[in-house]
């Protein structure tokens, strides 16, 4: 299991000041040192926290892995060519939203997402596709070439009672046995926390965590360096 750290709000709270501090590419240098396996930042069309500036410099600096979060639009697209990260996790995105929703329709998508990963590969970019956790999307994300898929586990996160949360626990963990039984890499991610991450931790089949907020939040108490190694510890210890 491994654990890749989102620095979109540490962008966040930068642009609430439209400052130079806190420093996005800084506390990626804190987070590998801490133990993260990669970095994960969202260039949104908005550019309401993370901005051009911060993925080419994470580009020159990060040492493990930079997974740039995005929507396929063209503009995206030829910026994601240009810096080259190691790996792109392309996501459904809406103006008005405060954090991605749900999974990206890869059924309904499938063609505008194909040509956008024939592109990728051409740069020896790997893409991730973020979808809901569901058979078709996983098969759709197969037939179009994807390398990977990271299972939206929102709806487990925010479920308010244990039994909807161990049946979409239950879920989650039959998609990732799915997508691994077909070749994939499968990551998870969305509102995952200290208090909901363990149960998502234990499933063999998910080969990586991507956590953000909790992290952002938990560092303002105890510092991110800590706070990075606090929810390594959980989702490492058996």
């Known amino acids: 299991?491994?654990?890749?750290?989102?620095?979109?709000?540490?962008a966040t709270l930068r642009q609430a000041r439209g400052g130079a501090e806190p420093d996005p590419i800084a506390a990626a240098a804190v987070c590998e040192q801490a133990g993260a396996s990669g970095i994960v930042c969202h260039l949104r069309e908005d550019r309401r926290h993370i901005i051009d500036r911060d993925v080419h410099l994470l580009r020159k600096t990060i040492t493990t892995k930079l997974d740039l979060e995005m929507a396929a639009t063209e503009e995206i697209i030829a910026i994601a060519l240009k810096v080259v990260p190691?790996?792109?996790?392309?996501?459904?995105?809406?103006?008005?939203?405060l954090t991605t929703?749900?999974?990206?329709?890869?059924?309904?998508?499938?063609?505008?997402?194909?040509?956008a990963i024939k592109r990728f590969h051409e740069k020896n970019?790997?893409?991730?596709l973020f979808i809901d956790p569901t058979k078709d999307q996983v098969d759709a994300s197969l037939e179009?070439?994807?390398?990977?898929?990271?299972?939206?586990?929102?709806?487990y996160a925010e479920a308010t009672t244990a039994a909807r949360q161990k049946k979409l626990l239950h879920t989650?963990?039959?998609?990732?046995e799915y997508g691994k039984k077909f070749g994939l890499e499968v990551n998870a991610g969305h509102g995952l926390t200290y208090a909901n991450v363990k149960p998502v931790a234990q499933i063999s089949s998910i080969d990586e965590m991507s956590i953000g907020h909790a992290?952002?939040?938990?560092a303002l108490e105890i510092g991110l360096n800590r706070a990075v190694r606090e929810m390594l510890e959980l989702i490492l210890k058996p």
């Open 144 to 155: 179009i070439g994807s390398d990977m898929i990271e299972i939206h586990t929102g709806e």
């Open 125 to 128: 970019i790997l893409v991730s």
């Open 1 to 10: 299991m491994r654990l890749a750290v989102n620095i979109d709000h540490i």
């Open 215 to 218: 992290i952002i939040v938990r």
């Open 172 to 176: 989650v963990s039959t998609i990732a």
């Open 86 to 97: 190691d790996l792109v996790t392309l996501v459904p995105e809406k103006r008005q939203e």
């Open 101 to 115: 929703e749900g999974g990206l329709d890869v059924v309904k998508y499938r063609t505008k997402l194909r040509r």
